[in-house]
């Protein structure tokens, strides 16, 4: 499919079998894909960067007109902290995440 990811969101089925993870630092592109995600009702919704990029991401998705409350299931930084420092680490620890999210687990060691 060929298409901006707002649009390419809009023709998938978002559901509870769904996850989503928004992996660009392009506005024109991720708040449309995560406001397109955050309607529908994936069982994850993540975006990587830093905390400060996600505090200046979450207030242009509430000036979109998205609630707190919606906000709130938004994962980021995306990922479990397991000290990644390589694309392959960071990419292993959203996996991981959305792992542990979908067998609602912490992500914690194994006891």
Do not use: C
């Not at 906000?71 to 930084?77: I, Q």
């Amino acid at each position: 499919m060929i298409a901006w990811p707002d649009e390419g969101l809009e023709k998938l089925e978002l559901n509870g079998d769904t996850a989503v993870v928004v992996l660009t630092h392009e506005e024109r592109l991720d708040v449309p894909a995560l406001t397109t995600a955050l309607a529908g009702e994936p069982f994850y919704v993540g975006a990587i960067g830093s905390r400060k990029t996600q505090a200046k991401r979450r207030d242009r998705l509430l000036e979109a007109g998205l609630s707190e409350e919606r906000l709130d299931g938004l994962a980021g930084p995306a990922g479990l902290d397991l000290g990644a420092d390589t694309p392959a680490e960071t990419a292993v620890s959203i996996l991981a995440e959305v792992l542990a999210v979908r067998a609602g687990r912490a992500g914690g060691r194994l006891v």
